[in-house]
C-alpha cells in the first residue's frame, strides 16, 4: 500500500509562516508530480501549488511571491513554505500526487489527509 502524509498545520497570526510536509510511503515505486491543494469552510477546493519529480515549480497565482513549493527525492517527500500568511487561507490543505507503487509501476493519484492551517486575524 501507498500512503500520504501531511503535516506541519495549526495556527498562526496573520503575517506569519508555516511550513507544510507531505511523505509519501510503503510500497512506492517513484513518486512524481505533487500537488498542494486548499478547502477552505463553504468553498471549493483549489489548486495551491504543484511540482514535478524533475524540480519544475509553480504557484497559484494569489499565492506566488509568498509559497514556495519544494521536495526532496531521496525521502520521497514534498514542502510548501508559507510565508506573509492571510487570515482568508485558513483552510485545510491536501497533498495530491501521483505515484506508481512497486507492484504495478502505474501512476495513480493519491490524496493525504489534509492538515489543518488557522490564520488569526
Known amino acids: 500500500q501507498v500512503q500520504l502524509v501531511e503535516s506541519g498545520g495549526g495556527l498562526v497570526e496573520t503575517g506569519g509562516s508555516l511550513r507544510l510536509s507531505c511523505a509519501a510511503s510503503?510500497?512506492?515505486?517513484?513518486?512524481?508530480?505533487m500537488y498542494w491543494y486548499r478547502q477552505a469552510p463553504g468553498k471549493q477546493r483549489e489548486l495551491v501549488a504543484s511540482?514535478?519529480?524533475?524540480?519544475?515549480?509553480n504557484c497559484a497565482e494569489p499565492v506566488k511571491g509568498r509559497f514556495t513549493i519544494s521536495r526532496d527525492n531521496a525521502k520521497n517527500t514534498a514542502y510548501l513554505q508559507m510565508n506573509s500568511l492571510k487570515s482568508e487561507e485558513t483552510a485545510v490543505y491536501y497533498c495530491?500526487?501521483?505515484?506508481?507503487?512497486?507492484?504495478?509501476?502505474?501512476?495513480?493519484?493519491?490524496w493525504g489527509q489534509g492538515t489543518q492551517v488557522t490564520v488569526s486575524s
Open positions: 495530491n500526487a501521483l505515484i506508481a507503487d512497486i507492484q504495478f509501476r502505474v501512476n495513480r493519484n493519491y
Open positions: 510503503g510500497r512506492v515505486f517513484s513518486v512524481n508530480t
Open positions: 511540482i514535478t519529480s524533475g524540480g519544475t515549480a
